[in-house]
């Protein structure tokens, strides 16, 4: 599977953006996806995830304020991730990952499949 993602800007204190990330193929390969961050210096933070049950975790510093779904088109798979309430701190690059199976959702070490990033900027 090959992910692009796309979505990413600069935005205002308290803006909204959308993040989508397609899927190449809609197989075993997407059953795990994913959206993690990476601001400069900073490890790799998993932020929303969601399994082959469709169900969604979210990490602490960004529930109530963002949004996943995930969706099927034509033979493909959309994630989308609406993010509301952004702060200088959602500052970072975003990246989509996929995986077959995987045991903790919001850990980058268990995805093998990664997109390229989209960066998203949040002014203060």
Not at 33 to 61: C, H, L, T
Not at 62 to 83: A, C, W
Not at 101 to 117: F, H, Q, V
Request: hydrophobic residues 40%; positive net charge.
């Amino acid at each position: 599977a090959k992910l692009v993602e796309s979505g990413g800007g600069l935005v205002q204190s308290g803006g909204s953006l959308k993040l989508s990330c397609v899927a190449s193929d809609f197989t075993f390969h997407t059953n795990f996806m994913a959206w993690f961050r990476q601001a400069p210096g900073k490890e790799r933070e998993g932020i929303a995830a969601i399994g082959s049950d469709n169900v969604i975790v979210y990490a602490e510093s960004v529930k109530g304020r963002f949004t996943l779904s995930r969706h099927r088109v034509d033979r493909k798979r959309l994630l989308t991730l609406r993010m509301n309430g952004l702060v200088p701190e959602d500052t970072a690059t975003y990246y989509c990952a996929a995986d077959v199976l995987i045991r903790d959702p919001l850990s980058p070490n268990e995805y093998t499949i990664w997109g390229l990033g989209t960066p998203v900027t949040v002014a203060s």
